[in-house]
């Protein structure tokens, strides 16, 4: 089992930046993948950015030179840096962890933390 827990969520007006955090319980190290994801109103969940054990990073196209997805090992934490924000970014960000047991991909989502964007 990994948790995950989010945090960093809130109000802010479009053009302004927020950082996203994730704790997980396990090393960063030891996840095959960790990373961001997103469900707008309305919408099924989406990708944002996620980063393999190798430090390979992908982030959905429509977010590349906004979003900045980063890791720091020390704390067992990833960050999704989110910049220049839009109306469009509002939703609930996810956090999810990636291990696999046997060939099978085991996956553990966090809560998710809500950011509103205005303007």
């Known amino acids: 089992q990994v948790q995950v827990v989010e945090s960093g969520g809130g109000l802010v007006q479009a053009g302004g930046s927020l950082r996203l955090s994730c704790a997980t319980s396990?090393?960063?190290?030891?996840?095959?993948?960790i990373g961001w994801y997103r469900q707008r109103p309305g919408e099924q969940r989406e990708l944002v950015a996620i980063i393999t054990s190798d430090g390979t990073t992908t982030y959905a196209n429509s977010l590349k030179g906004r979003f900045t997805i980063s890791t720091d090992n020390t704390k067992n934490s990833v960050y999704l840096q989110m910049d220049n924000l839009r109306s469009e970014d509002t939703a609930v960000y996810y956090c999810n962890a990636q291990t696999h047991n046997m060939g099978r991909r085991l996956d553990y989502w966090g809560r998710g933390t809500q950011v509103t964007v205005r303007g």
């Open positions: 396990r090393s960063t190290r030891a996840l095959d993948v």
